[in-house]
């Protein structure tokens, strides 16, 4: 399993937001659409196994296997070019601009919503029987999610949002971790022992990630939530993009920049 050195792999990264960025608009809401899809599948099969077994545990130790399909196919998610691409405008890349950087943003939250919500629409079949009987236990412990997550957080007003936003946070400390992880290898069993630590401990510790949220609360609605769109969109979606982009950028990419790029001159010696 061969390993890069920060400093190669810390380049890496920057590389890999530029190409980002110059990526057609086709390629970049299918590779979102995909990867939006991917990993919110694995999250209705964690809440299956999490359902069926009682043991939250063994959902999050395989949750990571989407998240793994998803970076060897080539695919996007928002939380992973949050911290990407906004270090190839740090770095001044030839053509990087601070419009290209919110227009990929915007192009792969746009992805990754349509490929959860399409996949959110199919799991509400399965659990229903296309629609023609009341949920299943996974789908009634779906739709339980949506309400938690949402007017679980609303009862405690600003004290709710704080640790809504906290949560979006280290969630997207853990999941950039497994991009950059991922970056440390050329073998994909490398690849997939780094990405897949770090994502397991956001699952199991309940952290908010932005895109399994785009699933979670449509099948939630779908299948009978008693919450609304506009609580799945105040008090879940647009707290936890926030603390995604900060927890991200603040805690892998601006730390590992600043630190293997632009290293601090050494200390001389007395």
């Known amino acids: 399993m061969a390993y890069l050195v920060p400093s190669e792999f810390v380049k890496k990264m920057v590389d890999a937001g530029e ?49 793994c399909m998803l970076y060897l196919f080539g695919f996007d998610l928002l ?72 007017l679980g ?31 440390i290898s050329t073998s994909v069993s490398g690849k997939v022992i780094a990405m897949w630590m770090p994502i397991m401990v956001f699952f199991y510790m309940g952290f908010e990630h932005s895109v399994v949220n785009m699933f979670l609360f449509p099948s939630a609605l779908i299948m009978g939530g008693q919450f609304s769109i506009s609580d799945y969109f105040i008090w879940n979606e647009i707290p936890t993009v926030l603390g995604n982009l900060v927890g991200g950028l603040s805690f892998t990419g601006l730390t590992l920049y600043a630190t293997h790029i632009k290293t601090a001159p050494q200390r001389t010696m007395k």
């Open 19 to 67: 190409s980002k960025i110059f990526m057609s608009v086709r390629d970049t809401v299918i590779r979102a659409y995909m990867a939006g899809a991917m990993l919110t599948l694995a999250a209705a099969f964690s809440v299956t196994i999490n359902t069926q077994t009682g043991n939250p545990l063994l959902g999050a130790v395989l949750f990571p296997v989407g998240f």
């Open 153 to 183: 957080y609303a009862k405690y007003g600003a004290a709710g949002m704080l640790t809504l936003f906290v949560r979006g946070m280290l969630c997207n400390w853990m999941v950039s971790a497994g991009v950059v992880g991922a970056m």
């Open 79 to 150: 939380t992973g070019v949050f911290v990407l691409t906004p270090l190839a405008l740090i770095d001044k890349r030839p053509g990087v601009t601070f419009g290209g950087v919110l227009k990929n943003w915007g192009l792969v939250f746009t992805g990754n919503f349509l490929g959860a919500l399409t996949v959110a629409v199919l799991i509400s079949i399965t659990c229903t029987y296309a629609f023609s009987i009341a949920p299943n236990e996974v789908g009634q412990k779906l739709a339980s999610i949506g309400v938690a997550r949402t």
